[in-house]
Nanobody, 121 residues
Framework: VRLAESGGGLVHAGGSVRLSCAAS????????RGWFRQAPGKERELVAA????????DYADSVKGRFTISRDNAKNTVYLQMNNLKPEDTAVYYC???????????????WGQGTQVTVSS
């Protein structure tokens, strides 16, 4: 499974960014797709996840109401729409796949290369 992220960049506080993660190759361990982020000096954290078949979603408390994860089955792509961005959202964002999901990093098998999102105040 190969994951290719795109859509990061520099945005002012209160602005919006949409990230994309296109998957290709085998479908093994791709039942759940997620977005993580890692800020400098901090641990990588799960931001949002979506179960591919059902479309059910889950979010970290810090992004609820501001971020939306969605999928396009035909394009095998997951999106993360980020609205009302805050400086504390600044991080490298990674997409990943897992057979089961969950916040434990070891549960996630395939990872993208990451895309930088910087929110200026």
């Amino acid at each position: 499974v190969r994951l290719a992220e795109s859509g990061g960049g520099l945005v002012h506080a209160g602005g919006s960014v949409r990230l994309s993660c296109a998957a290709s190759g085998r479908t093994f361990a791709t039942n759940v797709r997620g977005w993580f982020r890692q800020a400098p000096g901090k641990e990588r954290e799960l931001v949002a996840a979506i179960t591919w078949r059902s479309g059910s979603t889950d979010y970290a408390d810090s992004v609820k109401g501001r971020f939306t994860i969605s999928r396009d089955n035909a394009k095998n792509t997951v999106y993360l729409q980020m609205n009302n961005l805050k400086p504390e959202d600044t991080a490298v964002y990674y997409c990943a796949t897992s057979p089961t999901g969950g916040a434990t990093l070891n549960s996630w098998i395939y990872w993208g290369q990451g895309t930088q999102v910087t929110v200026s105040s």
